[in-house]
Nanobody, 125 residues
Framework: VQLQASGGGLVQAGGSLRLSCAAS????????MGWFRQAPGKEREFVAA????????YYADSVKGRFTISRDSAKNTVYLQMSSLKPEDTAVYYC???????????????????WGQGTQVTVSS
């Protein structure tokens, strides 16, 4: 299984970026997908997630209204559209896949089965 995240970069505050996570080696449509981020010196935190069956979406309060998660099963890819970026959004962003999501699965790091390598997002003020 491989999750390949891409799309990170340097952007000014107020700008936008779209992250992509291409999955291979798994049946993508059977997995819930999530995005997490980790800033220097901080723990990895939940950003957004999308379920496998109905594409129900979940967001951290800090990104609600600014970020949008989506998935394209034809391309085995999950996206994170980020708008109105703030310097505090600066972090390494990781995608993850969860085969058996249960309970409040979306923000539970330990529930995810596979992780990508991360892509750096830097927002300048």
């Amino acid at each position: 299984v491989q999750l390949q995240a891409s799309g990170g970069g340097l952007v000014q505050a107020g700008g936008s970026l779209r992250l992509s996570c291409a999955a291979s080696g798994l049946t993508f449509s059977n997995y819930a997908m999530g995005w997490f981020r980790q800033a220097p010196g901080k723990e990895r935190e939940f950003v957004a997630a999308i379920s496998w069956r109905y594409s129900t979406t979940y967001y951290a309060d800090s990104v609600k209204g600014r970020f949008t998660i989506s998935r394209d099963s034809a391309k085995n890819t999950v996206y994170l559209q980020m708008s109105s970026l703030k310097p505090e959004d600066t972090a390494v962003y990781y995608c993850a896949a969860d085969r058996f999501p249960t309970g409040s699965w979306w923000n539970e790091r330990r529930g995810y089965d596979y992780w990508g390598q991360g892509t750096q997002v830097t927002v300048s003020s």
